[in-house]
């Protein structure tokens, strides 16, 4: 997306002082600057204040920054604005604007978005030119970077949705406007900041109610297998296609081989296929029917869906199978945990063949008063399966697993990893156990 002075000063609202360049890319991240020409740098405040990363933006490349107090940056063009988070947003509106007539989709669900995006991105590549949010960018900063980014010329946007609490979404919908949403499913993820599952489902409910009706393109994709999704068909006006065991875009003849790699026949209004999914667990493939149920209302080819789903670009610590320095296979899904994903991570590592099988779990973040129940929930089924559990840096698993506070001790936990070793390693991200993959 590009941007003239005059043309950011009118899309923020703000004041410009300083010369006319051209900026061609959108940052929030000073050390990002380096890697995009003519950057506009957005210098956000929350625990630290952005502003004070201006020179080191300007040093690094970027045209251009806003701002809502004094900088000392002579000479640099300078776009003063009440507040840059604010202003951050009015920017993504503009670059929605000038998206007009691409296709805008958002996913939002409890687990499941940031792969669904990479599969649907992967399918409409083959056939429009794609623009899809980068990691996980989705909330009130990621949203308008993301719209920023776009590049000109984006048939379709593809932008995940998140939120702390009822209300979120919609305004990501006001900033987005999407044309067709995908609600992924819904469960006890972030029920500490939307206080129960039904909330959760009215929050992630605002991507259906904000869709256009089916006479001007409205699509809603929803998982038929569950219930408080499904019903969200009750909240839109644009054309439902379902997902699932019992939707419209289903699997059968589900097969998962040693690598944990899905194959099915999929089964459609569009047509069936044989399907072998470049991406790993069983519980991958509601994702890849979500994609699909997306891409093939909008015209994409049957055949061409099926190719891109064999080779996906996956965002990284995601079901990455991986082998560790002694020849033991190591399952890296430390992007982020739930008990929906943990129960499916649980699940893919009892299926690898293995002799011992160990998970080094963290803290699932954000479940409010079901925490203490959840972990030892998690500790029960894995003990059913045959897991050995090390929980690192949390007693919620309970007594009936080994503890450990460092990764240096989660490494000495696992004792002498052999070839005939599996091991999962998942937490939420703030136990960046990333780290442990690393040694291993």
Partial sequence: MRWTRDELAVAVDGVASGPDVLVEWVTQDSREVGDHARSL??????????????PAAFAAGAVATLASRDVDVSGRLVIRVPDTATALAALGVDARRRLDGAELIGITGSVGKTTTKDLLAAVLRTSRRTHANARSFNNEIGVPLTLAQA????????????????????????????????????????????????????????LIEALPAEADGGIAVLNADVS?????????????????????VRAEAVHLDDDLTPSFRLVSPWGSAEVRL????????????????????????????????????????????VRSRTGARILDDTYNANPMSMVAALRSLAHVPAERRVAVLGVMAELGEESASEHRRMAALAAELGIRVVAFDTPEYGDSVSHVSTIEAAEAALGELTDGDAVLVKGSRVARLERLVGLL
């Fill in 151 to 206: 590049p000109e010329g984006a048939e379709v946007v593809v932008i995940e949705m998140g939120a702390r609490g009822v209300g979120h979404i919609a305004e990501l919908c006001r900033i987005a406007r999407p044309t067709v949403g995908i609600v992924t499913t819904v469960g006890s993820a972030h029920t500490s900041e939307f206080g129960s599952v039904e909330a959760v489902a009215a929050g992630k409910g605002e």
């Fill in 278 to 321: 470049g991406a790993r667990g069983l519980h991958l493939v509601d994702n890849a029917l979500a994609a699909l149920g997306a891409a093939l209302p909008l015209g994409v080819a049957l055949d061409d869906a099926v190719a891109a789903l064999a080779a996906p670009i996956l965002s990284p610590m995601r079901m990455s199978l």
């Fill in 228 to 248: 408080l999704v499904a019903a969200m068909a009750e909240r839109t006006r644009a054309r439902v296609v379902t997902f699932g065991a019992v939707g419209d």
């Fill in 41 to 54: 740098f957005v210098p956000l405040v929350a625990d630290r204040d952005g502003h004070d990363f201006i």
